[in-house]
């Protein structure tokens, strides 16, 4: 089984690494951006076919080691 977990910083939290690829793209003359917020993709496959268990991992997994769940956000995709 694979999962995507995809880990963003909330609402409200400075990310100075987004900044920096804007203003690199807007210097490339990428135009049209706004705003970047720049975030971490993890492709995980899983030894088990019992999705529930998988989800339960995946959330442990998130909330031990993944994601700092006091500034970033994640989102579980089992597929």
Request: with cysteine.
């Amino acid at each position: 089984m694979k999962a995507r977990v995809t880990v963003t910083l909330k609402n409200g939290v400075l990310d100075p690494q987004g900044k920096a690829i804007e203003g690199a793209l807007k210097s490339l003359g990428v135009e049209g951006i706004d705003g970047v917020r720049q975030g971490k993709v993890f492709d995980i496959e899983l030894g088990t076919t019992d999705k529930a268990k998988a989800e339960a991992a995946l959330k442990a997994a998130c909330e031990k080691l993944l994601a700092n769940t006091v500034i970033e956000n994640y989102r579980v995709e089992i597929a």
